[in-house]
């Protein structure tokens, strides 16, 4: 698990995984990862684009830009949350992703809300 907190931006990842959508003998490893993020400061924000680094154990790295996550750019008022659910596959048993939401507040200012770097794994890939 990683928790990050930017400008009031509080970003919470739990990874997992997928056993169902992985495929170890081709080289298809899936995780599922859920994100909270959380309106910890005191203006409204909203998200605009994500930014992903994905590294696997081999060192390749993936990165994934887009507008929004999940469809969504949601708005979140102080003291609100927005959760979702997403995945990555890896072409290794264990990697790490890291990344930043773009995020706007009304009054036209902008940051980048930090993701910070958390491991994916099989269980027990690591000991």
Not at 43 to 61: C, F, M, P
Not at 70 to 95: D, I, N
């Amino acid at each position: 698990m990683s928790t990050t907190t930017t400008d009031g931006v509080k970003v919470t990842v739990k990874p997992a995984y997928w056993p169902e959508r992985s495929s170890p003998e081709a080289g298809q490893f899936a995780f599922m990862y859920t994100v909270e993020i959380s309106n910890v400061g005191a203006e409204s924000v909203q998200l605009r684009s994500r930014h992903w680094v994905i590294t696997d154990a081999d060192g390749r790295v993936e990165e994934v830009r887009g507008e929004g996550v999940v469809g969504k750019q949601p708005k979140l008022g102080p003291g609100e949350k927005f959760e979702y659910t997403s995945w990555a596959v890896l072409r290794t048993p264990f990697g790490s992703m890291r990344g930043g939401y773009q995020m706007v507040r009304p009054t036209g200012g902008s940051f980048e809300a930090k993701i910070g770097e958390f491991v994916l794994a099989l269980p027990n890939a690591l000991h």
